[in-house]
């Protein structure tokens, strides 16, 4: 009995000491700062040709946005625009976030019905929305301009392109793309 006593108290302190010893794994919310980060800037417009990559937009959009025009000075015509960049895939670097941001200019004045008010924006990866936004307020005069922003998050960069189309009564005079990423080592 006294060894089996002994046993068992050697036990319970084994069975302490192994809990005791246990850690949990838990994330960390410290910020760690990059060691290599890189930044891309891209830009589009004023003028000449848009590229939509067509792909990357839904199949409905696809015949609209051909012979997209920056800064168009005409109604009635769609826009389609796609960045393209290095998804960066390799085992040391990701883009972290990116900001898409739009210079729009009303072409059609007036209220809500048949007017640029009327008019959405919408982000596209791999042909689905990751963003929409509708520039203008009731009313709106023509030749107005306004800028919008879309955040976009790690996920939406990892395929390399962005794209955006604009409705038929708002010109997009430009836009760029920044992207910043990090690389664990030098690039």
Same mark, same amino acid.
């Given at each position: 009995? !006294? %060894?089996?006593?002994?046993? %068992? #108290?050697?036990?319970?302190? +084994?069975? $302490?000491?192994?809990? #005791?010893?246990?850690?949990?794994?838990?994330?960390? &919310?410290?910020?760690?700062?990059?060691?290599?980060?890189?930044?891309?800037?891209? *830009? @589009?417009?004023? *003028?000449?040709?848009? #590229? =939509?990559?067509?792909?990357?937009? =839904?199949?409905?959009?696809?015949?609209?946005? @051909?012979?997209?025009?920056? %800064?168009?000075?005409?109604?009635?015509?769609?826009? /389609?625009?796609?960045?393209?960049?290095? =998804?960066?895939? !390799?085992? +040391? +670097?990701?883009? &972290? *976030?990116?900001?898409?941001?739009?210079?729009? !200019?009303?072409?059609? /004045?007036?209220?809500?019905?048949?007017?640029?008010?009327?008019? @959405?924006?919408?982000?596209?990866? @791999?042909?689905?929305? $990751?963003?929409?936004?509708?520039?203008?307020?009731?009313? $709106? $005069?023509?030749?107005?301009?306004? &800028?919008?922003?879309?955040?976009?998050?790690?996920?939406?960069?990892?395929? /390399?392109?962005? *794209?955006?189309?604009?409705?038929?009564?708002?010109?997009?005079?430009?836009?760029?793309?920044?992207?910043?990423? +990090?690389?664990?080592?030098?690039?």
């Amino acid at each position: 009995m !006294k %060894n089996s006593l002994i046993t %068992n #108290a050697l036990l319970a302190v +084994c069975l $302490v000491a192994v809990a #005791a010893s246990a850690q949990e794994v838990r994330p960390s &919310t410290e910020q760690v700062a990059c060691p290599f980060p890189v930044t891309l800037h891209l *830009s @589009g417009g004023p *003028s000449g040709a848009a #590229a =939509p990559v067509l792909s990357q937009f =839904p199949a409905p959009l696809r015949p609209l946005i @051909g012979g997209s025009v920056w %800064n168009q000075t005409a109604a009635d015509k769609q826009f /389609g625009h796609t960045f393209r960049f290095n =998804p960066m895939t !390799k085992e +040391c +670097c990701m883009w &972290t *976030s990116g900001l898409l941001t739009l210079h729009l !200019k009303a072409l059609v /004045g007036g209220p809500s019905n048949s007017t640029s008010v009327n008019d @959405g924006v919408n982000v596209y990866v @791999g042909g689905v929305q $990751v963003g929409a936004k509708t520039p203008w307020t009731s009313t $709106v $005069v023509r030749g107005a301009t306004t &800028t919008i922003t879309f955040p976009l998050t790690a996920s939406n960069l990892a395929s /390399g392109f962005v *794209s955006f189309y604009v409705e038929d009564d708002t010109a997009v005079v430009s836009a760029e793309l920044d992207l910043k990423g +990090c690389c664990i080592r030098r690039p």
